[in-house]
Structures are given as C-alpha cells and as structure tokens.
C-alpha cells in the first residue's frame, strides 16, 4: 500500500528553527510537495521537490533523498504566525497526490 | 499559479436535504478538478476526478450516487452531497493543478444537523 508518515504534533520556539520530517512509500514518485494549512483553510503550497537535494525558499527549505524515501521542511527564524499544520504530499506513478496526516506546529514565544 | 474560488465557505443544513458546493478555476482553463475531503485533524482524502465533459471518476468507498460531480466548463465544476447525514459533516476542498503544482478552493466546512 502507499504509505506517507509525519509526526503528528511539534512545539518549537519563536525564532528558533524546526525540521519536520515525512518518509514515503509510494508507487511510483513524480515529486513531493509540501503545504501549509491552517485551521479551517484550505493548504497553501509552499515547496517542489522532484530530485535529490535542498530547495531554499526564503526562511523555508525543503530537502528530499529518493533513495530513501525522505524528505524534510526546515523553518528558520520561527515567527508565531507559523503555527499550523503542514502537510506532507506525493505524486505516484499516476500522478496523484497522496497526502500525510499532516504535522501540527505549535510555536511558543 | 491558478486562482481556484470555492462557494460557499460554510454551510448547515439539515439531515436529508442536498447541498451544493461550487469550485470555479478563475484564470485557469481546467480540464480536470479534483474533491478532496479532510476530517478533523486526518488527511486530506481524495473523493473523486471531475472531468470537464463527462463522467467523474471516484475513489474506491466514495458512493457516486451520494456526491454527485458536475463539470459542465473548464471553469466551474459543482459537488452536490445528496441526502445529507451528520456523518456528511467534513471539510471539502477543490483543488486544481497547474504546472505540477496544486492549486485549492478556499474550502467548504459543512455541517449537518
């Protein structure tokens, strides 16, 4: 079965920098995208990845390993309006999305 | 990107009646959109392929006779929750892709009481 996982729950401080982590099984894999949502919106999309490496993105980075089936989001410098839940996606080989549950960051000043 | 605008926002009705959910791709010809559901605190969930000009395609477990797709331009496509039952209540979301990337509805938090 395709399988995505992600923690379920991060506290990190203002100004600090956090890394959340999503490993996948999936078949097939046409790149992996991350989103932000918060509470009672919909996602907003916030990185691309489709080959090996890190992609930076302002205070956002998104880092993917095919070979393992990993893939990361670090947030730097941490601003209170960070948390929320953010959410972990694949494209399979018939380039659908497969979601994750989601990881919810909560962020304490 | 493509601006993806989904009406309404929320909505309550009651047990046994049908609502309507509009997804329109603003800037976006959009031959194909997609219905997700997202249960409290859970994933999003794919409901179902709506394709411009003929039959939607669901997911396995999702009742076609239930949630009903219409996608009659490459612009619009509606979702109807026939029947509604309080275990209908869910957030639905429209997405559309362009260029690789997702682009969603606003969604719509549906309440059945």
């Known amino acids: 079965g395709q399988n995505i996982d992600q923690p379920t729950e991060m506290t990190a401080t203002e100004g600090a920098i956090v890394q959340i982590n999503c490993t996948y099984q999936?078949?097939?894999?046409?790149?992996l995208f991350w989103y932000q949502q918060h509470a009672g919106e919909a996602p907003t999309f916030l990185s691309y990845?489709?080959l090996d490496g890190l992609e930076e993105k302002g205070r956002f980075s998104s880092f993917l390993s095919r070979s393992k089936g990993y893939s990361y989001l670090l947030l730097k410098e941490l601003q209170m309006k960070d948390s929320a839940s953010y959410l972990c996606?694949?494209?399979?080989?018939?380039?659908?999305?497969?979601w994750g549950a989601g990881t919810k960051l909560i962020i304490k000043p | 990107g493509a601006v993806v605008s989904q009406h309404p926002s929320r909505v309550i009705c009651k047990s046994g009646t049908s609502v309507k959910i509009e997804c329109r791709s603003l800037?976006?010809?959009?031959?194909?959109m997609f219905w997700y559901r997202q249960f409290p605190k859970k994933s999003l969930m794919l409901m179902a392929t709506?394709?411009?000009?003929?039959?939607?395609?669901?997911e396995q477990g999702v009742e076609k006779d239930k949630f009903l797709i219409n996608h009659a331009s490459l612009t619009l496509s509606t979702l109807t929750v026939t029947s509604a039952h309080p275990e209908d209540s869910s957030f639905y979301i429209c997405?559309?892709?362009?260029?690789?990337?997702?682009?969603f509805g606003q969604g719509t938090r549906l309440t059945v009481v």
């Open positions: 709506s394709n411009e000009g003929s039959k939607a395609t669901y």
């Open positions: 997405s559309v892709t362009a260029n690789t990337e997702a682009f």
């Open positions: 996606a694949v494209k399979d080989s018939n380039y659908q999305l497969i």
């Open positions: 800037d976006f010809q959009a031959t194909t």
């Open positions: 990845n489709v």
């Open positions: 999936t078949s097939g894999f046409n790149g």
